[in-house]
């Protein structure tokens, strides 16, 4: 099944809401903290021997891969947001 099989409904509920593209992010941002979530919960159980009570390395460096991407996307969806408003106050002012 694709991305859009599995997620049809949380897609359309956002795209409607946000737009298509902010809408497509904010799903993809929802998909990635639940993997982080999980990522997480295996970071409990797989502890690192170099640095006790820290997840073992593959794990933060997961972590903080998909903690950055979702910075980035977030930065996406505030600029299309930015942009969005922009086009609807120069549309006002006609």
């Known amino acids: 099944m694709s991305v859009y099989d599995d997620h049809g409904?949380?897609?359309e509920r956002h795209e409607?809401?946000?737009g298509p593209e902010r809408g497509?992010?904010?799903?993809?941002l929802d998909l990635l903290t639940d993997a982080l979530v999980l990522v997480g919960?295996?970071?409990v159980y797989c502890q690192s021997a170099r640095q006790p009570?820290?997840?073992?390395?593959?794990?933060q460096?997961?972590?903080k891969g998909m903690t950055?991407?979702?910075?980035?996307?977030a930065d996406v969806m505030q600029e299309l947001k930015r942009k969005r408003d922009e086009l609807k106050g120069l549309e006002g002012s006609n």
């Open 9 to 11: 409904e949380e897609l």
């Open 16 to 18: 409607f809401m946000m």
């Open 24 to 28: 497509k992010l904010a799903v993809a």
């Open 41 to 43: 919960q295996h970071g």
């Open 53 to 59: 009570g820290r997840p073992a390395m593959d794990i």
């Open 61 to 63: 460096i997961i972590a």
């Open 68 to 73: 950055d991407a979702k910075h980035l996307i």
